[in-house]
């Protein structure tokens, strides 16, 4: 490996000396190999006359350095590697038993090759940094899920076992303590203060290599991932990959302003999409986990998706903005506080609601037992409902289809049979048989059922076909799906 380095260096030499030499005499061209490409940011030399004042040297431009950055705040990144047991499985035919079960015994007796589960150590890698000089440590939960011991490496080599004090999965922060006094720590910062397009930078162990720095910009914030909806990700090009996990992202005045938390890769390695958890949302779960042991959340009861242009004018809402309300669970506190399949959350508390990710981090920081005004659109005019916070089943976010049609609603339904009414709960309904038209378009499968058009509850087939007669260009249908209610736009033209 030295040799091929040093190889290249020689190489490399002469072609470098030759663009020196030509940058010199004042050439505008650099050669490299047999391609010749224009310098970058050159511009032909002016023509000066002999007696003219001599030209001042142009401001020093460039991107910007982290090195104070790293320099103060290096030390207190950690390297975190873990130890756990799993079972697998000898690679041979037969069922999966345990030696204790009943069962292993019979099979064992009559010739059928076992597979006993046999434990195996794991390994893992990951990231973390110090908030507090008396050994307390931040990190993901997935980096500590299911070690049975966890160790913590500092940048001046000392290592200590740490105790995992509290794991919060659902925003996937873990809260570590070693047995060390004095130690660097990190400045947090505001999340909300960072804009699009401002440098970060990250420092963690990717692949193991510890003290990695990496930098980048922030592309995007208040990012909703499935299955992630406490979390309003910002989203970053630094490059992230294994072993980055639970590491610090810092802005560019040193202030650490979220969690390496995820990447979106294709291979695995990073592809520039890097996902980080807001520091104010890991601090509120580190509150609660130091008082509490654990994370309580306030909830609704409810299930949201976001409003699209075509719902928007299915509502009679100007623009796509809100979280559309598809279920209400019942006993919830959404119900208890009147809110209907239909309505629109425009604003919890004080906060506008633009999208539905928006709306279930704000009830998650809630209290329960608090009482918070909601504004809500309903019946094409403004509502607000004074909702107090449970904490009840999680919220889901359901994404509606997004293909739209031209033509009538496409939909051959027949009602509920009585067994399927008592088996799926659902008091009323028409299942759809086959679809075609905006209604394929937009998404509606066969066995799906139609519980609503506009708000309207639909009993019958003739009732449907009245409802859609009447209606406009738009109608939104709440339809069941599985275990889930979404609202589905369908454009009539």
């Known amino acids: 490996m030295m040799t091929t380095h040093t190889s290249q260096a020689k190489t490399w030499w002469p072609k470098l000396t030759a663009l020196v030499v030509a940058a010199a005499l004042g050439g505008a061209v650099g050669a490299i190999g047999s391609r010749a490409l224009p310098l970058a940011d050159a511009a032909p030399a002016p023509v000066v006359a002999a007696q003219s004042a001599p030209l001042s040297a142009p401001a020093a431009v460039g991107l910007p350095s982290?090195?104070?950055?790293?320099?103060?705040?290096?030390?207190?990144?950690?390297?975190?590697?873990?130890?756990?047991?799993?079972k697998t499985a000898d690679e041979q035919q037969g069922p999966q038993l345990d030696p204790n079960d009943p069962f292993y015994e019979f099979f064992r007796r009559f010739g059928v090759p076992m597979q006993p589960q046999r434990p195996q150590v794991t390994r893992g890698l990951g990231s973390g940094f110090i908030v507090g000089a008396d050994g307390l440590i931040l990190t993901n939960a997935h980096v500590v899920d299911g070690a049975s011991e966890v160790t913590v490496k500092l940048t001046d080599k000392r290592e200590f076992k740490a105790k995992v004090i509290g794991v919060d999965k659902p925003t996937d922060v873990a809260v570590l303590r070693i047995d060390a006094k004095n130690l660097p720590t990190v400045k947090l910062g505001d999340p909300a203060a960072s804009r699009v397009g401002d440098w970060v930078l990250a420092i963690g162990s990717p692949y193991g290599f510890e003290n990695s720095v990496t930098a980048g910009i922030v592309s995007a914030k208040s990012r909703s991932l499935p299955d992630e909806s406490y979390v309003p990700f910002i989203q970053t090009d630094v490059a992230i990959n294994?072993?980055?996990?639970?590491?610090?992202?810092?802005?560019?005045?040193?202030?650490?302003?979220?969690?390496n938390s995820q990447i979106y890769s294709r291979s695995g390695g990073f592809q520039g999409l890097s996902f980080s958890i807001p520091i104010d949302v890991v601090k509120q779960v580190e509150q609660q986990i130091l008082t509490h042991g654990k994370v309580v959340r306030g909830q609704l009861g409810v299930m949201v998706q976001n409003v699209d242009q075509s719902l928007a004018d299915s509502f009679g809402l100007k623009s796509p903005n809100g979280a559309l309300i598809s279920g209400v669970n019942p006993g919830g506190s959404g119900a208890k506080a009147g809110l209907k399949p239909g309505d629109i959350v425009l604003?919890?508390?004080?906060?506008?609601?633009?999208?539905?990710?928006?709306?279930?981090?704000?009830?998650?920081?809630?209290?329960?037992?608090?009482?918070?005004?909601?504004?809500?659109?309903?019946?094409?005019?403004?509502?607000?409902?004074?909702?107090k916070i449970d904490a009840v089943k999680d919220a889901k976010v359901a994404q509606a289809p997004q293909d739209q049609g031209q033509a009538k609603?496409?939909?051959?339904?027949?009602?509920?049979?009585?067994?399927?009414?008592?088996?799926?709960?659902?008091?009323?309904?028409?299942?759809?048989?086959?679809?075609?038209?905006?209604?394929?378009?937009?998404?509606?499968?066969p066995g799906d059922v139609v519980l609503a058009l506009n708000g309207t509850p639909v009993n019958s087939v003739e009732q449907l076909r009245s409802l859609a007669a009447k209606a406009g260009k738009h109608v939104a249908l709440l339809v069941q799906r599985d275990d889930a209610q979404i609202f589905v736009p369908l454009d009539l033209g």
């Not at 294994?242 to 969690?259: D, H, T, Y």
């Open 66 to 86: 982290f090195n104070d950055i790293v320099t103060r705040y290096g030390p207190a990144v950690v390297n975190i590697s873990t130890t756990g047991m799993t």
């Open 242 to 259: 294994p072993g980055n996990s639970g590491g610090p992202l810092f802005n560019a005045a040193g202030e650490v302003i979220a969690i």
């Open 347 to 387: 604003k919890f508390g004080d906060t506008p609601i633009a999208a539905s990710g928006d709306l279930p981090p704000l009830v998650a920081n809630v209290k329960p037992g608090e009482t918070v005004p909601m504004t809500i659109w309903r019946d094409g005019k403004e509502k607000v409902l004074p909702v």
């Open 409 to 445: 609603l496409g939909l051959a339904v027949r009602p509920l049979t009585a067994q399927e009414k008592t088996e799926s709960g659902i008091g009323s309904g028409l299942v759809v048989g086959q679809a075609s038209g905006p209604a394929a378009k937009a998404g509606i499968q």
